[in-house]
Antibody, heavy 122, light 107 residues
Framework: EVQLSESGGGLVQPGGSLRLSCAAS????????MNWVRQAPGKGLEWVSV????????HYADSVRGRFTISRDNSKNTLYLQMNSLRAEDTAVYFC???????????????WGQGTLVTVSS | DIQMTQSPSSLSASVGDRVTITCRAS??????LNWYQQKQGKAPNLLIY???SLQSGVPSRFSGSGSGTDFTLTISSLQPEDFATYYC?????????FGQGTKVEIK
């Protein structure tokens, strides 16, 4: 059974940093593209970032490029999101999501974690 | 970026009703369109991928159609557990984008 479990969320001041983790199990983690998707309170879904399975190719939404860094440790079956220079508008539940595909491209998100809440406030 | 527009934003329906939600892309995305269901406080769940392919484990009352810029999600006979918010998402080009959501409520 595929399982994804996020951790690392919390309250942080504007300008601060936070690192989210997503522990994966039940599939060959290194073979699949992984994503972060966020949802601000009461709002819709926003794709944040993607990383390929093995060659480390990454892409970011314009809203986070230069501030957030996605990475993965295939030996630990764990996905990360390093978030720096946080702003109030980054407040959201952050989900990790597995892609159906082994390649970055035309793919859906077939498994999601339960999400972790990040609140940016003074 | 490709903009995704869903309609309606919300609807009220009764158990047993046929429900249709539409999604329009700002440019052609061929068939790279996915549908998700999200219940309150939960993670989204993939229903339909590639416009019309039913995800494993999803009931057959859910179906998807369309290509190019116009797509439809249909629930043939609404069940109590289907009351939720539904999102379309294009996977044609990065940044992948979602529609604003359609909330299906009990009439």
């Amino acid at each position: 059974e595929v399982q994804l479990s996020e951790s690392g969320g919390g309250l942080v001041q504007p300008g601060g940093s936070l690192r989210l983790s997503c522990a994966a199990s039940g599939f060959t983690f290194s073979s699949y593209v992984m994503n972060w998707v966020r949802q601000a309170p009461g709002k819709g879904l926003e794709w944040v970032s993607v990383i390929s399975g093995s060659d480390g190719t990454t892409h970011y939404a314009d809203s986070v490029r230069g501030r957030f860094t996605i990475s993965r440790d295939n030996s630990k079956n764990t996905l990360y999101l390093q978030m720096n220079s946080l702003r109030a508008e980054d407040t959201a539940v952050y989900f990790c999501a597995k892609a159906q595909s082994r390649d970055i491209g035309v793919t859906a998100f077939d498994y999601w974690g339960q999400g972790t809440l990040v609140t940016v406030s003074s | 970026d490709i903009q995704m527009t869903q309609s309606p934003s919300s609807l009220s329906a009764s158990v047993g009703d046929r429900v249709t939600i539409t999604c329009r892309a700002s440019q052609s995305i061929t068939n790279y369109l996915n549908w998700y269901q999200q219940k309150q406080g939960k993670a989204p769940n993939l229903l339909i991928y590639a416009a019309s392919s039913l995800q494993s484990g999803v009931p057959s009352r859910f179906s998807g159609s369309g290509s190019g810029t116009d797509f439809t999600l249909t629930i043939s006979s609404l069940q109590p557990e289907d009351f939720a918010t539904y999102y379309c998402q294009q996977s044609y080009s990065i940044p992948w984008t979602f529609g604003q959501g359609t909330k299906v409520e009990i009439k």
